[in-house]
C-alpha cells in the first residue's frame, strides 16, 4: 500500500482525466463552424473506414431514478413513450454523417452509454441497431458493447443485444453498502447483481465489467472490503474502480444530496483505492491504464501487452478507431482532427435533427500542437511513458514541460531518459498529474473557477 501521504497531499489537485485533448473546458472560444467539422470528418473517414471502420458512441440519456452520485448529462423519466421519438432522431443524425461519408461505412465498435441504456426496451434496442446497420457494414472483428443497470435490466434485453452482436457489458454497481447505497440513491442488492451478472454469463458474453466507486459519502475500509469481496464471487472479467468525481458546482442538486462531510477526505480516500487495488491484485487482475483492472483472458489486457490500448470519450477501449462519430443529445464526436459535443437538452436535440441539422452545441479544431500534445497525453496514459525522438513528436515547450516535470523527478516520480519519459509504475496513481504538464491549454490560475475534480 502507498505510505507517502505527503506525496499524496502535494499532488491531489484539481485537474482533468484526460478522456480528450485539449479538455472540453479548453476548446476554443470560437469554436469549430459546421463546414471545418464536416471537413474533418470526410478526411478522417476516406483515411481509416477502408483499414480499420469508425466507432459510435450512443448516448441514451433517460433513467428512472436520479443517483445522487453521477455526473453524466441524463433525463429522470418513467415515461417510457420518450423512447420511440428518441430512437428516431439517432437513426436520423445517423443517416445525417452517412451522407457525408460518401461510401458505406464500416462499424468497427458500437459503445451504448447514459443514462441508463437498458431504460429503452429490447424491442426498441433491436430496432436502433438493425436501424444503424441499415447504412452500414459489420466487420469480422468488431466490439459492440453497453452499459447496464442491474436493476432495469432484463434477460430479453440482453438475449437481444447478443444475438445484435454485443459481446461486452458492463453493470454499474458503486458499492454494496447499505448506507452508501442510501445516500447515493443506487439501491440494489448483491442477489438481484449475482441473477443478472449469471444471466449474462449464460447467455454468452465474453467480457463482463463491473464498475465499483471509492470516496463515496459513508464508505469507509470494511464497507469496501464487504463491496469487494462480493464482486470477487462473481469475478467479472474487467473491473473499474472508479475515484467519486465530486463536482456540483457543474452539475448542481444531483450531487448535493448528501452531506460533504459523509465523503471520505484525501489520504484516506487513496487508502480505499489502495485497498481495493491490493485485493484485486490478489485475486489475479491486472492494472489497465487508471482506474481499470481485467484478468488476463480479457482483450483490455491483451491491448495492453500488444501496445494497443487506446482512450477516448469512451474511456479505455482494447482497439483504436481514428473517428468516433457520437449520435444523441450531448454526446461528443472525435473526428481526430476536432471534437464537437451535440446539444445537451434532449427536446432541442430532437428538434434540430428532425430539421435535417447536425445538432452541434459547441467544438474545437485541433491545430498541429494539439495533436502532439494529444499523442503525448495518450502515450501517457495508456503506456505511462511517452518520448520525442521522431520529429513529428517535438515541441517547442519541451524545456518548460521538463522544468513543470522536474519536482516529481525530484521525488522519484517520473524517470527521464534523454527523449523519453517513464512514469513509475509505483506513481501510477499520479499520472494525471503528468499529463497536465504537457497540457498547454491548462489555466495556470484556476481560482475564480473550479472545474475538475482532484487527481487523486
Known amino acids: 500500500m502507498f505510505k ?13 482525466r484526460y478522456t480528450s485533448y485539449p479538455t472540453v473546458p479548453f476548446w476554443d472560444k470560437e469554436g469549430i463552424t459546421k463546414d471545418e467539422w464536416i471537413q474533418t470528418v470526410k478526411r478522417s473517414f ?15 440519456p433517460y433513467c428512472e431514478n436520479l443517483c445522487t452520485f453521477c455526473a453524466c448529462h441524463k433525463h429522470i423519466t418513467v415515461q417510457h413513450s420518450v423512447e420511440d421519438s428518441y430512437i428516431d432522431a439517432l437513426l436520423a443524425e445517423w443517416r445525417l454523417y452517412v451522407e457525408l461519408f460518401g461510401e458505406t461505412p464500416t462499424l468497427r465498435e458500437i459503445h451504448l452509454g447514459g443514462g441508463t441504456p437498458t431504460f429503452f426496451s429490447a424491442h426498441n434496442l433491436k430496432r436502433l441497431i438493425d436501424g444503424l446497420f441499415s447504412y452500414a457494414k459489420h466487420p469480422e ?23 445484435l452482436g454485443f459481446r461486452r457489458t458492463s453493470f454499474g454497481i458503486q458499492d454494496y453498502d447499505p448506507t452508501v447505497q442510501k445516500a447515493i440513491n443506487r439501491i440494489q442488492s448483491f442477489e438481484d447483481v449475482e441473477q443478472i451478472h449469471a444471466m449474462a454469463k449464460k447467455i454468452g458474453y465474453e467480457s463482463i465489467s463491473h464498475d465499483i466507486i471509492f470516496g463515496l459519502p459513508h464508505q469507509n475500509k470494511e464497507n469496501i472490503k464487504t463491496t469487494i469481496a462480493n464482486t470477487l464471487k462473481l469475478m467479472p472479467d474487467r473491473i473499474a474502480y472508479y475515484s467519486y468525481a465530486h463536482v456540483p458546482w457543474i452539475r448542481g442538486v444531483g450531487q448535493r444530496g448528501f452531506d460533504e462531510n459523509d465523503l471520505p477526505k484525501d489520504e484516506y480516500k487513496r487508502e480505499l483505492y489502495e485497498l481495493g487495488k491490493q485485493l484485486f491484485f490478489e485475486a489475479g487482475y491486472v492494472e489497465i491504464g487508471m482506474d481499470h483492472f ?37 454526446a461528443i464526436s472525435d473526428s481526430w482532427y476536432g471534437f464537437v459535443q451535440n446539444e445537451k437538452q434532449v427536446a432541442e436535440y430532437e428538434k434540430r435533427v ?27 496514459m495508456c503506456n505511462l511513458e511517452t518520448s520525442w525522438d521522431e520529429e513529428a513528436m517535438k515541441l517547442a515547450q519541451m524545456d518548460s514541460i521538463l522544468a513543470k516535470l522536474q519536482e516529481m523527478i525530484d521525488d522519484n516520480l517520473v524517470e527521464v531518459y534523454g527523449n523519453r519519459l517513464v512514469v513509475k509504475e ?19 490560475n484556476q481560482a475564480e473557477k473550479r472545474i475538475f475534480s482532484m487527481t487523486i
Open 141 to 163: 472483428v468488431y466490439d459492440f458493447s453497453f452499459e447496464a443497470h442491474p436493476n432495469f435490466t432484463s434477460e430479453e434485453q440482453l438475449q437481444v443485444l447478443f444475438d
Open 426 to 444: 509505483s506513481a501510477r496513481m499520479f499520472v494525471r498529474n503528468v499529463c497536465m504538464a504537457f497540457d498547454l491549454r491548462l489555466v495556470a
Open 46 to 60: 476516406d483515411e481509416s473506414n477502408t483499414k480499420e471502420g469508425i466507432s459510435l458512441y450512443i448516448h441514451l
Open 294 to 330: 481485467a484478468l488476463p483472458h480479457d482483450k483490455m489486457y491483451k491491448a495492453m501487452q500488444d501496445n494497443q490500448l487506446h482512450r477516448n470519450f469512451m474511456g479505455y477501449t482494447a482497439g483504436k478507431t481514428q473517428l468516433m462519430i457520437g449520435l444523441g443529445m450531448s
Open 354 to 380: 428532425s430539421r435535417g441539422e447536425l445538432p452541434l452545441f459547441r467544438g474545437h479544431l485541433l491545430s498541429k500542437e494539439d495533436l502532439i500534445v494529444r499523442k503525448h497525453i495518450l502515450n501517457i
Open 4 to 16: 507517502n501521504v505527503q506525496l499524496i497531499q502535494k499532488y491531489n489537485i484539481p485537474g482533468p
